[in-house]
């Protein structure tokens, strides 16, 4: 079963974004975000919730202990989390197209097009 990506507001304050296992009513492989001041202004960070005693992205959160779902946050949250939490990199789709002008083209015959132009169909 799919679970949706959800960022989540808790009542002790924390911001953490996980799965939302909507049959347990509960966030699960969860990860807190962190702002850390830069000399650009404010980054944000992403660790497993347990950390430093847990390196890996993992645990529940019961729905009881949340406050807020976030309706709308940048796509590129649910990105990196996505690849914190099954160590997988995702390519983006301007990379997707970029892969046939470094010889890693889908086919081996048949005329170019994007692979963007495969995945559409």
């Not at 709308?72 to 995702?90: D, G, I, Q």
């Amino acid at each position: 079963m799919a679970h949706e990506i959800k960022l989540a507001k808790l009542i002790n304050g924390d911001t953490v974004v996980g799965k939302w296992d909507e049959e347990g009513q509960k966030l699960i492989e969860v990860a807190a975000l962190q702002t850390v001041p830069s000399q650009q202004g404010v980054q944000m960070m992403m660790l497993p919730f347990g950390y430093p005693f847990e390196t890996e992205i993992g645990g529940e959160i019961k729905g009881e202990h949340v406050i807020y779902f976030y309706r709308n946050f940048p796509e590129e949250v649910k990105s990196k989390y996505t690849e914190a939490a099954s160590n997988l990199t995702l390519a983006g789709a301007g990379d997707l197209d970029n892969l046939q002008g470094m010889g890693g083209g889908m086919g081996g015959g048949g005329g170019g097009g994007s692979i963007s132009d495969l995945l559409k169909k």
